[in-house]
DNA sequence: CCCTAAACGGACCAACAATTCCGTTTTTTG
DNA sequence: CAAAAAACGGAATTGTTGGTCCGTTTAGGG
């Protein structure tokens, strides 16, 4: 075997290559999702044509940069799922999902976004989605959650709440906690007195 | 007075100019904010040119399209704060002016900006914000709100919601009323138990 | 009917982001 | 150390969008 003697790459581009994701980082997480790849590379100290000699398209450097933060999403959710109380675990779920994409814009962007998005994204969504449907059914079970809530709604809550970041948290970044106690609130069971019509032509 | 022997505009013009209105009016609405120029214009049956003439700028054409949206959306405010229960005007306004962003993509691409956006907007969000006010004063008043529920809630609640529709609209125009619900059901005065804690650390 | 000014259409320009290309530099290895 | 391979930098290309310019057409008063 030559993979000891020959390193798979050259040492400058693994050095290059790792700068580059720190740049990225640092610049998705502050920045969001716009930023130019020419951005990227000057961040870095490089040049565009190193960018994409490493990462071929602008999606493959998001998805080399995020996919250990949605690894660490699904970790979350899959300890909240083994809480025995569902009602908890579906909170805390919330909450950590949440704080995660206060501190990163670009995390963010990509959470929100309603278009295909990244495959890495729905891969997520996709592992996250069935301990969330436990959570949810658990919490059911022990009469906490209020009847009508359904899984799906966690996600929605999700981009709620990120629009609301998206649009608080230069000012004051735990400003939307307060809001993701009204939601929690309105999650109870027991709560829905004079419930909304369901279509608003009945108003 | 020449006014009425000679129009201040010529036939064409008037023509063209409400052509373009109504083409916008059309690809905003249903496409949302990142219809191009050159888009309306082709809708219309005009050549770009002839935008630019009646509208110097793309914010022009957006704010004589939104001019009367906005003025509806005060409009709404001015009856909800008219009303003598503060929690059923709270609600009915809230209802009203998300019932208004379902069928438009331009205009919730407007109130969910962050960005400065059209000074339209902005003069909009002023005009109605002391009637919301009144509102939430009233509630309170009346011990039908929680007590830590303010004013400014109230924006950011249509903020979140626009997100969620903004998601679902293509699948369900309606879903969004039962996140509405659970936001309104998290307003109401009584419910908070277990408050959380106020920025994740302490968890 | 004809002339003038207003209005028109769409080619054209500038700015900007993604991506490609290629001559130059660096690493590796014999 | 020298040559080949790999990587580099950044100018150039492509595609898109907001916005301008100007030669041509048309409305409408005399």
Chains 1, 2 share one sequence.
């Not at 909450?95 to 990244?118: I, K």
Request: glycine share 6%.
């Amino acid at each position: 075997m030559t993979d000891a003697a020959t390193p798979l790459i050259r040492k400058d581009a693994a050095r290059n290559r790792a700068l580059l994701l720190e740049a990225a980082e640092d610049l998705y997480a502050t920045v969001g999702l716009s930023v130019t790849l020419k951005d990227v590379a000057r961040h870095a100290g490089v040049g565009v044509g190193t960018v994409y000699r490493h990462f071929p398209t602008k999606d493959d450097l998001l998805d080399a940069l995020f996919a250990d933060r949605l690894a660490s999403a699904t970790d979350s959710a899959r300890k909240a799922a083994a809480d025995p109380d569902g009602w908890r675990g579906l909170v805390r779920y919330l909450e950590d999902s949440m704080n995660m994409q206060v501190g990163n814009c670009g995390l963010r962007g990509l959470v929100v976004c309603t278009a295909p998005s990244s495959p890495l994204a729905v891969r997520s969504r996709e592992e996250i989605a069935p301990l969330v449907q436990q959570m949810v059914a658990k919490a059911h079970q022990q009469g906490t959650l209020r009847p009508d809530f359904e899984a799906a709604d966690v996600y929605y809550i999700q981009i709620a709440l990120a629009a609301i970041i998206e649009a608080t948290y230069h000012t004051d970044p735990y400003l939307y906690r307060h809001h993701l106690k009204l939601f929690i609130e309105g999650m109870r069971a027991g709560g829905h007195r004079e419930p909304l019509p369901d279509s608003p032509e009945s108003l």
